[in-house]
């Protein structure tokens, strides 16, 4: 259990915050290149605690400013799309994406009041279906050179889904390995054929085995946490009897995103990103090993289950989450339906806006919430003394930093050491882009 001083101090992220000051020196994930596609590419960002206005210019330049113009405050989500930047409709200044208003036309000709206002502005860059912003001060750090970064766009699909509750509950279910054997507990197995684009539909590699029924079976798993350079690394074993070993390889990204695979050609990076205190989006890139991703499938079946422009889901606590006692009966664990990302959504959503952890009791199983716990802690005391934090990278150190891997694998019960890593091996080989 966390004391009351210290689940305050890892779950804020506002400005000036101990986490939030964390969070601002990396990129973040701000939007999808999809909310600005239309005739006037301009969608409002909170983040971070943070009012932003987001646009892109007709030479697809990406700007992000404080949503208050800093004359009178009208609302900048309405302003007008100009010479290359975005203009106040209630006096006409005008900023460019650095924040610098250029122009003032209320004012006398020969003014140069408009070089003394610099607005709110934070730099963005688009990979591959996400427009991440950096909020923090200085140089921006370079992005890792992860699989989801390095796959063409022909191989990843973007997506994203509220959630109404605190960041930090919304990432430590990802990295809670032993809560997919009830909570995603499916007690009928589906055809594999019929899962595309969708966790724990596929089977296990090389056999015949469902991973539903793996999870099913096999609800104990060993869970092993390795610290790495990009944040930790989980190792989960079942053992299958004589069936071998399932050693399923998942990921914590610091600071909030998570790693995991989809199924045996597609894996997910998904980050948690803080809206204010009480609300985050899930943000994530699907990546394909195998054929180019479906886009317009996968796109489809999520817009079936989130309401957009907010992206806010349909199931959710105001009807129950589609909660079925029938269903729970003879079909699944939750009795939630088949969308594993409503059973998250409840297991996070149902401790309130924000867990009060004084009265949690955790166990050997939550070995991942608890190093991770220790790793954020860290960082926050590393910023604080003012000091260079471990996972902001340079531009070398970036492009070194590749994968990670996140896969299922069956190996033999007295050597799954580097089982994991051959068959990642085996799966780069075949794919058109690694």
Same mark, same amino acid.
């Given at each position: 259990?966390?004391?009351?001083?210290?689940?305050?101090?890892?779950?804020? #992220?506002?400005?000036?915050?101990?986490?939030?000051?964390?969070?601002?020196?990396?990129?973040?994930?701000?939007?999808?290149?999809?909310?600005?596609?239309?005739? /006037?590419? =301009?969608?409002?960002?909170?983040?971070?605690?943070? !009012?932003?206005?987001?646009?892109?210019?007709?030479?697809?330049?990406?700007?992000?400013?404080?949503?208050?113009?800093?004359?009178?405050?009208?609302? %900048?989500?309405?302003?007008?799309? !100009?010479?290359?930047?975005?203009?106040?409709?209630?006096?006409?200044?005008?900023?460019?994406?650095?924040?610098?208003?250029?122009?003032?036309?209320?004012?006398?000709? +020969?003014?140069?009041?408009? #070089?003394?206002?610099?607005?709110?502005?934070?730099?963005?860059?688009? /990979?591959?279906?996400?427009?991440?912003?950096?909020?923090?001060?200085?140089?921006?750090?370079?992005?890792?050179?992860?699989?989801?970064?390095?796959?063409?766009?022909?191989?990843?699909?973007?997506?994203?889904?509220?959630?109404?509750?605190?960041?930090?509950?919304?990432?430590?279910?990802?990295?809670?390995?032993?809560?997919?054997?009830?909570?995603?507990?499916?007690?009928?197995?589906? +055809?594999?054929?019929?899962?595309?684009?969708?966790?724990?539909?596929?089977?296990?590699? +090389?056999?015949?085995?469902?991973? #539903?029924?793996?999870?099913?079976?096999?609800?104990?798993? $060993?869970?092993?946490?390795?610290?790495?350079?990009?944040?930790?690394? %989980?190792?989960?074993?079942?053992?299958?009897?004589?069936?071998? @070993?399932?050693?399923?390889?998942?990921?914590?990204?610091?600071?909030?995103?998570?790693?995991?695979?989809?199924?045996?050609?597609?894996?997910?990076?998904?980050?948690?990103?803080?809206?204010?205190? =009480?609300?985050?989006?899930?943000?994530?890139?699907?990546?394909?090993?195998?054929?180019?991703?479906?886009?317009?499938? @996968? /796109? !489809?079946?999520?817009?079936?289950?989130?309401?957009?422009?907010?992206? /806010?889901?349909?199931?959710?606590?105001?009807?129950?989450?589609?909660?079925?006692?029938?269903?729970? $009966?003879?079909?699944?664990?939750?009795?939630?339906?088949?969308?594993?990302?409503?059973?998250?959504?409840?297991?996070?959503?149902?401790?309130?806006?924000?867990?009060?952890? #004084?009265?949690?009791?955790?166990?050997?199983?939550?070995?991942?919430?608890?190093?991770?716990?220790?790793?954020?802690?860290?960082?926050?005391?590393?910023?604080?003394?003012?000091?260079?934090?471990?996972?902001?990278?340079?531009?070398?150190?970036?492009?070194?930093?590749?994968?990670?891997?996140?896969? +299922?694998?069956?190996?033999?019960?007295?050597?799954?050491?580097?089982?994991?890593?051959?068959?990642?091996?085996?799966?780069?080989?075949?794919?058109?882009?690694?």
């Amino acid at each position: 259990m966390l004391s009351a001083a210290d689940n305050q101090r890892l779950t804020q #992220t506002g400005p000036n915050t101990p986490a939030g000051q964390v969070m601002r020196q990396f990129w973040q994930p701000a939007a999808l290149t999809h909310e600005l596609e239309g005739k /006037r590419p =301009v969608c409002q960002v909170n983040l971070l605690g943070e !009012e932003l206005v987001l646009y892109r210019t007709s030479q697809g330049q990406y700007g992000l400013l404080g949503k208050y113009c800093p004359h009178r405050g009208a609302d %900048l989500c309405y302003g007008r799309l !100009e010479g290359g930047g975005l203009r106040c409709p209630f006096h006409g200044w005008l900023f460019d994406a650095n924040g610098q208003c250029l122009e003032q036309p209320a004012e006398p000709e +020969d003014s140069r009041f408009h #070089t003394k206002i610099k607005h709110t502005a934070y730099p963005c860059q688009e /990979r591959n279906g996400i427009i991440f912003a950096f909020l923090g001060e200085g140089t921006p750090p370079a992005l890792p050179n992860y699989d989801c970064f390095a796959a063409p766009d022909t191989h990843t699909f973007a997506f994203k889904g509220l959630i109404e509750c605190n960041w930090l509950q919304a990432l430590e279910v990802g990295i809670d390995p032993s809560h997919a054997s009830f909570l995603h507990r499916f007690l009928q197995d589906e +055809d594999p054929q019929e899962g595309y684009g969708k966790q724990f539909r596929d089977k296990a590699a +090389d056999t015949d085995i469902p991973m #539903t029924k793996i999870l099913r079976d096999y609800p104990r798993p $060993d869970i092993n946490v390795e610290e790495t350079d990009f944040g930790l690394r %989980l190792i989960s074993l079942r053992n299958l009897d004589n069936a071998g @070993m399932h050693v399923r390889v998942t990921n914590q990204i610091f600071p909030h995103a998570i790693h995991i695979p989809m199924s045996n050609q597609m894996t997910i990076t998904q980050w948690h990103v803080p809206i204010d205190d =009480v609300t985050c989006y899930w943000v994530a890139i699907f990546t394909s090993f195998g054929e180019p991703v479906d886009k317009k499938l @996968m /796109r !489809e079946q999520r817009e079936e289950l989130y309401e957009l422009p907010e992206y /806010r889901p349909r199931l959710n606590k105001t009807n129950n989450y589609g909660y079925n006692p029938q269903e729970q $009966d003879d079909k699944t664990y939750t009795g939630m339906g088949l969308d594993i990302n409503v059973h998250d959504q409840w297991a996070v959503e149902s401790p309130g806006p924000l867990q009060d952890r #004084t009265r949690e009791h955790l166990g050997a199983a939550d070995i991942g919430i608890t190093s991770y716990r220790k790793l954020l802690k860290r960082a926050i005391s590393t910023v604080e003394a003012g000091k260079q934090l471990e996972f902001v990278l340079s531009k070398q150190q970036a492009a070194e930093i590749t994968g990670p891997i996140a896969i +299922d694998a069956i190996a033999p019960i007295d050597d799954w050491q580097n089982s994991w890593r051959d068959s990642d091996k085996t799966r780069r080989q075949g794919c058109s882009w690694t």
